[in-house]
């Protein structure tokens, strides 16, 4: 029932920007925490890049402070997050996570995922 899916990779330059989306469903987006994580190719994934919790505030990590932006309209229960001025270690799959917590500090914690969206950034 609960269903969280991203869209909006792709390959893009460095230094460019992408958008991605996490359109979810089966739940109402205003209780909940959203997170954003991502997996290099050959890797695990890493710690959470962004929070949007249900009271309003962000949390970002220091990785992407300044460069990612993440955002939510609990009217269409869609979260986006803008990605500007990419780098090549951005490469990777990016995933959307959602919780009722507002305390958060680990993947673990997260308990509905999405499929990811692959977003490559090569010249």
């Known amino acids: 029932q609960v269903q969280l899916v991203e869209s909006g990779g792709g390959l893009v330059q460095p230094g460019g920007s992408l958008r991605v989306t996490c359109a979810n469903s089966?739940?109402?987006?205003?209780?909940?925490?959203i997170g954003w994580f991502r997996q290099a190719p050959g890797k695990e994934h890493e710690g959470v890049l962004c929070?949007?919790?249900?009271?309003?505030?962000?949390y970002y990590a220091d990785s992407v402070k300044g460069r990612f932006t993440i955002s939510r309209d609990n009217v269409k229960n869609m979260v986006y997050l803008q990605m500007n001025s990419l780098k090549p270690e951005d490469t990777g799959v990016y995933y959307c996570?959602?919780?009722?917590?507002?305390?958060?500090?680990?993947?673990?914690?997260?308990?509905?995922w999405g499929q990811g969206t692959l977003v490559t950034v090569s010249e």
């Open positions: 929070i949007s919790r249900s009271d309003g505030s962000t």
């Open positions: 089966g739940f109402s987006l205003d209780y909940y925490t």
């Open positions: 996570a959602a919780t009722r917590r507002l305390v958060v500090s680990a993947p673990s914690q997260f308990e509905y």
